[in-house]
C-alpha cells in the first residue's frame, strides 16, 4: 500500500506570504494528525481529523493556520500569513484504527519563512 | 506538565549494544511508543508498551515502568544503518485524541 505523501517536501517563502501543505493518508485511514517540529525542539502535535471532522485543534498555534481535509480523504494546512518562527518540518501522520500501535508518518513537509 | 526525557546523543560500535532510556512526566497515558527516524524520512514506528514489562521484537526490545515513568529501548548487534534518531513518545488518550507526546529524540551514531 502507499504510505502517506507530504507535498511539497520543501518550501521557502518571504515573510507575509501564503503557504499551502498537502498531506494524502493511507486509503481508508480515518484519522489524520499534523504534527510540527521547530529547529531543535521536539515534534509537536497541531491537530487531529476523524474522517472529514476536526476532533482536536488544541496544537494549532494561532488562528494563523487553517487546517482542512474536505471528504474525508487528503488534508491540507494553511499557514497566511506566514511568520519566521512557523519555519520547520511539518508532518502528518494516519491511521485506521483510534489508538492502533503506531501510527504510519509521512517525510515531512520542510517549511522555511525568510 | 507534560515532560519528556532522552540524551541528545549517544555513539556505539558496530556489533554492540546500546541502550537509549526515557523518562515521562505526562498527564495521560495511552502507551510508550519508540520510532526511528532517519534524516529527512518520516519517523518509523518500532515498537511500543502499554504495560510494564519488557517487549522483544527482533534486535529491538522496549522495556516500561509505570510507576517510574521510565523506559528503554535496547538495540543489539548494531548495524550502521541503525544510525538515525530515536524518538520517545507518549500516547495522551485523555481528549480523545490518542496524539503523540515526543522527547526532543536521541542521536544515534554506529561506529565501524
Known amino acids: 500500500e502507499a504510505g502517506v505523501t507530504q507535498f511539497p517536501s520543501h518550501s521557502v517563502i518571504e515573510k507575509g506570504q501564503t503557504v499551502t501543505l498537502r498531506c494524502d493518508p493511507i486509503s481508508g485511514h480515518d484519522n489524520l494528525y499534523w504534527y510540527r517540529r521547530v529547529m531543535g525542539k521536539e515534534i509537536k502535535f497541531l491537530l487531529h481529523f476523524v474522517k472529514e471532522s476536526k476532533q482536536d485543534e488544541s496544537g494549532m498555534p494561532n488562528n494563523r493556520f487553517l487546517a482542512e481535509r474536505t471528504g474525508g480523504t487528503y488534508s491540507t494546512l494553511k499557514v497566511q500569513p506566514a511568520e519566521l518562527e512557523d519555519s520547520g518540518v511539518y508532518f502528518c501522520?494516519?491511521?485506521?484504527?483510534?489508538?492502533?500501535?503506531?501510527?504510519?508518518f509521512g517525510s515531512g513537509t520542510r517549511l522555511t519563512v525568510v | 506538565g507534560q515532560n519528556i526525557d532522552q540524551p541528545t546523543e549517544m555513539t556505539a560500535t558496530e556489533g554492540a549494544i546500546v541502550q537509549i532510556n526515557c523518562t515521562y512526566q505526562?498527564?495521560?497515558?495511552?502507551?510508550l511508543f519508540w520510532y526511528q527516524q532517519h534524516a529527512g524520512e518520516a519517523p518509523t514506528f518500532l515498537s511500543y508498551n502499554v504495560l510494564d514489562g519488557l517487549e522483544e521484537k527482533g534486535r529491538f526490545s522496549s522495556f516500561l515502568s509505570r510507576s517510574k515513568g521510565y523506559s528503554y529501548l535496547l538495540l543489539k548487534e548494531l548495524q550502521m544503518k541503525d544510525s538515525a534518531s530515536y524518538l520517545c513518545?507518549?500516547?495522551?488518550?485523555?481528549?480523545?485524541?490518542?496524539?503523540?507526546?515526543f522527547g526532543t529524540g536521541t542521536r544515534l551514531k554506529v561506529l565501524a
Open positions: 505526562t498527564s495521560g497515558f495511552n502507551g
Open positions: 501522520a494516519s491511521s485506521q484504527v483510534l489508538g492502533q500501535a503506531g501510527y504510519t
Open positions: 513518545a507518549v500516547r495522551d488518550s485523555t481528549s480523545g485524541t490518542y496524539k503523540y507526546i
